[in-house]
């Protein structure tokens, strides 16, 4: 099974540049995240879909959007890259709801270079 | 304050030594809590979710502690694969999205 697959593993972009980052899952998940982890600190919460249709905000929502395109896919965009947003972004998903226990599954990551 | 905190280390351990890690969080209606492992410029990996009871997974004990609202993670008899950054996860339900992650705590285990 492939779990979670995110789309590129690497990028470097110019300030001001734009993006989208891909996120799959074949786990039939209805919950998927976009983190960010910066060297040295834990996972931030970029945005969340608790299920297809839906979309919140997390701890950094700031200079992204995302889109829930299906049930399997959630799509991160950076519309103008900042020098800031330089990161490693990993996707995450879980079953949702109040299953307990479970945690989430994480993609392998993109490592994103804003120069 | 934080709402989740770790002790960062590094840990440095031999191998076979026993060390624990603790982790506390700051709001009392938390009500999931998981141990992941993440090896350097990968991705994070579920080791264990963390239940009220405590629970068990080989050389790896979680425990959860209410009251002191905090949760520990011993690993007995340390290989050296266990080196690895342990991050600790807090999650209240049913907001899916309200998930907090500590920073990390770094064990390197050597020969």
């Known amino acids: 099974n492939a779990g979670v697959t995110q789309t590129p593993k690497f990028q470097v972009l110019k300030t001001g540049q734009s993006m989208t980052l891909q996120c799959a899952q074949d786990?039939?998940?209805?919950?998927m995240y976009w983190y960010r982890q910066d060297p040295g600190m834990g996972l931030r919460l970029i945005y969340y879909s608790a299920s297809e249709g839906t979309t919140d905000k997390g701890e950094v929502p700031n200079g992204y959007n995302v889109s829930r395109l299906n049930k399997r896919e959630f799509s991160l965009r950076l519309e103008s890259a900042a020098p800031s947003q330089t990161s490693v972004y990993f996707c995450?998903?879980?079953?949702?709801?109040?299953?307990?226990?479970?945690?989430?599954?994480f993609g392998s990551g993109t490592r994103l270079t804003v120069v | 304050r934080k709402e989740v905190e770790q002790d960062p280390g590094p840990f440095n351990v031999p191998e076979g030594a026993t060390v624990a890690f603790n982790c506390t969080y700051s709001n009392s209606a938390s009500q999931s809590f998981f141990w992941y492992r993440q090896d350097c410029r990968k991705e994070p990996k579920l080791l264990m979710s963390v239940y009220s009871s405590g629970n068990e997974d080989g050389r790896f004990t979680a425990q959860l502690n209410r009251a002191s609202q905090y949760i520990s993670l011993l690993i007995r008899d340390s290989k050296l694969s266990d080196s690895a950054t342990y991050l600790c996860v807090v999650i209240l339900w049913p907001n899916a999205g309200k998930s907090t992650f500590g920073d990390g705590t770094t064990l390197t285990v050597k020969p």
């Open positions: 786990m039939n998940h209805n919950s």
């Open positions: 995450a998903s879980s079953p949702g709801g109040q299953i307990l226990g479970y945690g989430y599954t």
